[in-house]
Structure formats: C-alpha cells, structure tokens
C-alpha cells in the first residue's frame, strides 16, 4: 500500500478445479457408460506403445450381435440400459488392473490387454467375455438377449502402431460376425486379402453397370389352389467376363455397402417393369434393398418405372425383407407408405428368418408374406410343420397372402395346399429363367383356363 503495509488476497479455486476436472473427465468420457471414450483409448494405446519395447499387448475390437433388435423390441430406455450393463460386464471380465475397456459409440466397444505373456491370455479373456455377455440381462420387466463379436489383434506381431492394430482387430472382427457371430477371431494376415478381394469386386461391380453386364431372370409364382402361375420373381445376375457367372448373394452385400445398389435396383425395377408389360395379368416381383429406399429418391424411381413400362400399379410387388422395417427413420414407413397408397404391393420376403417377424408385421401392413425356404425344405418335421401351419392361418386371419418359397418336391407342395397356402415358388413349379421361358408358360396358363 502507498502507506506501507500490504493486502493480501485469497482465491479459493476449488470449485474451478473442480469444473476443469469434470470437463477433463467429460471430453475422455463416454457419458451414458462412462467409460473411457474414443480419444482417451487412442491416447492411452499410443503412451502403452512408445512405452512398451518387448511387453506384449492386445486390442479387441467388440460389436454387440442384434443390439439393433434389442432397440427396437423393446425401445430405446431398455437399449440405453442394456449398454450400461455391458459396459459394467465388461469391466468386470478384465482381470489386470491396467487393462482398459473403452466404448467407441453405438454398440461399439475396445479393450487394450496389457502385459500378456501368451497368446493364451487374451484368448482367455474374450472366452470370458462371449460367455458373459451371452447371459440373458433381465430389467424389472424383461429377458434380453445379446451376443458379442470379438476381433483381436497383438502388438507387436499384428501392428506396431495405434491406427494398424485397430485396424486388425476390426478386420478380425468382421471375420467373426461374417462367421456367425457371438464367437472371437485373432487377426490373420490372409484378412488383408480377402479385404483387398473385396475391394476389387467392388471396383468391378463398379464397371460392370456402365458396361450392362447384369441380366434378370424371372421365377413364375403359381397360385395352388389353380394352378396357375399368377407372377413371376425378377432374380438379378451378373455376368461378368472375367468372373463368370455371380449370383445375387455374392454381389448385393458389396452393391449395397457401396450404394451401388441404388442405381442397380433402379435398373432392375426399371426392366422387370419394361420385360413383364406385356404378361398381365401376372404380377412381377422385384426385390429392393434399405439402403434403396433409405436413399429418398426411391418413390420417384418406382413410379418413373411403371410410367415407363405401362405397367398398372397393382401388378407390381415389391419384395422387402426385415431390416428394411427395422430402420427407425419415418423416411422409410412413409415411403412404403406412399408407394402403398399407389396400389403397389409390398411383400415381406424370408419371412421367419428375422427377429421379431410379427413386430413387423404390426408395424407395417404388407400385402404378402413370402415363407423363407429353410422352413419349407423341413417342413416333415413336425414343429417345422406346425410354424408353417401357423404362419399360413396367420396369413388368413389378416388377408395376407402368403407363399411358400423353395417349393421342390411334390410332397412339399401337397401339405401346402391341404393347410390352404396361397401361392408356391420354387424348383418345382419352375426355376429362375429368361423371360422368354415366361412367355412359354403363359401360353400353358392359357391351356389350363381352357380346360379348367
Ligand atoms: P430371394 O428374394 O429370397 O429369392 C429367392 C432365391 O431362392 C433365389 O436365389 C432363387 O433362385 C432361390 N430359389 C428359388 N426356388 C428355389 C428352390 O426350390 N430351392 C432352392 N434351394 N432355392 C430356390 P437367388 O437368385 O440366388 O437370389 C438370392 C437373393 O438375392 C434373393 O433372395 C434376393 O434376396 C437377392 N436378390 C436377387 N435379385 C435381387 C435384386 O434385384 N435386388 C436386390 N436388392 N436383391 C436381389
Ligand atoms: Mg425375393
Ligand atoms: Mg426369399
């Protein structure tokens, strides 16, 4: 002081501190688990790594199995409290205390192993973990279900760096979901290949729209109780010069994760449309992926094709399958919705391969349900026969129609019309074939109305 003396201040910082650590713990964070978020993982695997000189670790890469059906069974509270609880199984499943688990959105988890002295440890680890995680949660109200897909990668053999191993522990853990699920698979550098086949037939797949290399083929429905084949099922191939002939479901997966699926499908409506015009009454069916109709132009594109081809709306069945109904965003009810209202028919295809089948039945009025083939390849087993059965009175109660796919033997067909299904496809009644085979069959119709 101009006097002499002093003051002396004091600020108490407690409460700032206080706020600085929480924002700290928020940006490392996840807020609904929290646990360790993406960025805190990064940086703890980048510090191990330059840290560690021969110590050994490993990265794996989680991915809960059918989460999305958990979500939407039984709503997004019950999902939320699901991915708490395996947040703390997880947790739980790690034995060293340095190990970490970390989520890194959705249903997306990771956990770096420390100190393994074999490749034993981990192996010991994600058993653990497909084991718990693989019990039934039960909330107050319900018996949820999930499985866990585990891919892991080892540092060093498998990466010396934070982006290689994540890198492998992904790749490891989409050779588990592709081969079944609910199990773990160790990185193999054969992964890289296949990855790198996969990026070929995509860039192939590319090329082969440009140079029409994709035909239809058209597999006839017939109705049971006449006999008469009543649609047909446009069925696409690829022809391509240096793979030969591919079937549909070594090329969709790949047309669909690329979005090549959209201009492909377009093309497909488009020339089901043009190629059946001239076979009423017969409907055609075509097969159309989400990721079609999620791409917003999908209303346009039917209505365009039917403009074009002259075919009336009520002839064309569109075949969708369950993942399209499992979508969340309005965008997809309102364009089925839509087309609906236009008189189109939507089919719900494999039906009884999904998840909740009859969810999707309530959450979507379909004109058709189209059994899947699995259950009518068993259908001499007894309890095949009785959900065949009760699919078919199902069918009745609500005025759907429902067909039999993989129809093969007369036996198979006998049942079906005694239990009073409505439609057949399959081997027997006719294989997929050019449309000029269709042609052929219709003049048989013809015959049978004559003499019927
Ligand atoms: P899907 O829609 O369930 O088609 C029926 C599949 O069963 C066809 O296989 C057909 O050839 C086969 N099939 C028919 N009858 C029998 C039978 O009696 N026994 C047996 N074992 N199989 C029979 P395909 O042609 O290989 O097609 C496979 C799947 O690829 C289709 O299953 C459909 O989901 C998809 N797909 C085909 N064309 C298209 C398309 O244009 N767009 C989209 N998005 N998907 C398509
Ligand atoms: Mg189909
Ligand atoms: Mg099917």
């Not at 994540?166 to 199990?183: C, P, V, W």
């Not at 492909?264 to 190629?275: S, V």
């Not at 409907?283 to 109709?293: L, M």
């Not at 081809?309 to 075949?319: D, I, K, Q, T």
């Amino acid at each position: 002081m101009s006097g002499g003396g002093w003051v002396a201040t004091f600020d108490d910082v407690t409460e700032r501190r206080r706020v600085e650590e929480r924002m700290t713990h928020l940006a490392h964070h996840d807020t609904l688990t929290n646990l360790p978020n993406r960025s805190m993982l990064r940086e703890r695997l980048d510090q191990a790594l330059s840290e560690t000189k021969d110590g050994s670790l490993a990265i794996f890469s989680l991915d809960l199995d059918h989460f999305k059906a958990v979500n939407d069974t039984w709503g997004h509270p019950s999902g939320d409290w699901l991915l708490k609880c395996v947040a703390e199984r997880l947790q739980r499943c790690l034995r060293n205390e340095t190990d970490v688990v970390a989520r890194f959105g959705g249903d997306e988890f990771v956990i770096i192993q420390f100190n393994l002295k074999s490749p034993g440890d981990a192996e010991k680890l994600a058993k653990r973990i497909v084991e718990i995680i693989g019990k039934p949660f039960r909330d107050k109200r319900h018996d949820m279900r999930v499985g866990i897909s585990v891919g892991i990668a080892l540092f060093p053999n498998d990466g010396k760096d934070t982006d290689t191993l994540l890198k492998n522990a992904d790749m490891a853990l989409y050779r588990a979901k592709s081969e079944g699920r609910n199990l773990y698979r160790f990185f193999e550098p054969a992964m890289d290949a296949m990855v790198r086949a996969r990026r070929a037939l995509e860039i192939d797949l590319r090329a082969a729209l440009s140079r029409r290399e994709f035909e239809l083929d058209f597999q006839p429905i017939m109705n049971i109780a006449s006999g008469e084949i009543v649609g047909a099922e446009a069925l696409m191939r690829w022809r391509s010069p240096v793979r030969g002939l591919v079937r549909p479901d070594d090329f969709i997966p790949a047309a669909e994760e690329t979005g090549l699926i959209v201009p492909l499908g377009e093309w497909a409506l488009r020339k089901a449309c043009t190629t059946a015009a001239g076979w009423a009454p017969l409907r055609i069916a075509v097969n159309v992926s989400a990721v079609q109709i999620k791409s917003g132009t999908f209303a346009r594109s039917v209505i365009s094709a039917l403009a074009f081809s002259g075919v009336p709306a009520n002839r064309l069945e569109l075949e969708i399958t369950e993942t399209v109904l499992m979508d969340e965003s309005d965008l997809v009810l309102k364009t089925l919705r839509q087309l609906r209202d236009l008189g189109v028919r939507i089919a719900l295809d494999d039906f009884g391969t999904g998840y909740s089948s009859l969810g999707y039945l309530r959450r979507f009025p379909v004109d058709k349900i189209k059994i899947d083939r699995s259950f009518t390849r068993d259908i001499d087993s007894r309890d095949t026969a009785a959900i065949v059965r009760t699919i078919i009175g199902l069918g009745a109660q609500l005025g759907i129609t429902v067909t039999a796919e993989g129809v093969e033997t007369e036996a198979q067909l006998e049942f079906l019309q005694k239990e009073g299904c409505v439609e057949a496809q399959g081997y027997l009644i006719g294989v997929p074939s050019k449309a000029s085979d269709i042609n052929r069959l219709l003049k048989s119709n013809a015959t049978i109305r004559q003499s019927g």
